[in-house]
């Protein structure tokens, strides 16, 4: 549990003994290659903190599969949409690998409040940091040249390059799988 208990840490520097009382409500679980996570449609009843594995987010549309986020180590993996307004989720989640998760269940998520008093403010900052990168995605999306979207995917995240199919990279980037391969032999010149 110390990834889980580095990660909250560094972002909400908190005492130890609220820290053990954080990560006693977190239970490690597995999600084998393949399994899913939550399918679109379903109610998102979890929040994970990802120790180990990596994780797809993606949409099937009519005629493609979008992919919408790549989780590995250190991020978290939930819907925001149903853990905090039980609504449908709009993605659907898959482990791309064996994935090891510290889940908490939405009951526990807010009744930590009442263990934790100053919960709430920790749950904004966390939030707030959702949204800042989100932000900042969507930014990139829009702004950035595929050359400088693959540049900075690759300064964030290299080990996805070695552990991910490159399609998946693709739709993540907004790129075709052909721009990808001719972007990553470029690099390597």
Not at 143 to 170: C, K
Request: hydrophobic share 40%.
């Amino acid at each position: 549990m110390k990834e889980l208990e580095l990660y909250i840490n560094s972002y909400f520097g908190i005492p130890a003994d609220e820290m053990a009382e954080i990560t006693g409500f977190f239970k490690l679980t597995t999600l084998e290659k393949g399994s899913f996570f939550l399918k679109e449609g379903q109610i998102c009843d979890k929040l994970s903190f990802q120790k180990s594995g990596y994780i797809r987010v993606f949409k099937q549309t009519e005629d493609k599969e979008i992919t919408q986020w790549i989780s590995s180590k250190g991020y978290f993996v939930t819907d925001l949409r149903g853990i905090y307004f039980n609504q449908p989720a709009m993605f659907t989640i898959q482990a791309l690998s064996d994935s090891e998760l510290y889940t908490i269940n939405r009951e526990d998520l807010r009744n930590l409040v009442d263990y934790i008093p100053k919960w709430q403010e920790l749950e904004k900052l966390f939030l707030a940091n959702c949204f800042t990168y989100l932000e900042t995605r969507v930014f990139n999306l829009l702004s950035l040249s595929a050359e400088e979207r693959y540049i900075t995917l690759f300064e964030q995240n290299p080990e996805l390059f070695n552990h991910v199919p490159l399609q998946y990279l693709a739709s993540m980037m907004n790129m075709t799988p052909e721009t990808l391969s001719r972007l990553r032999r470029k690099m390597l010149v």
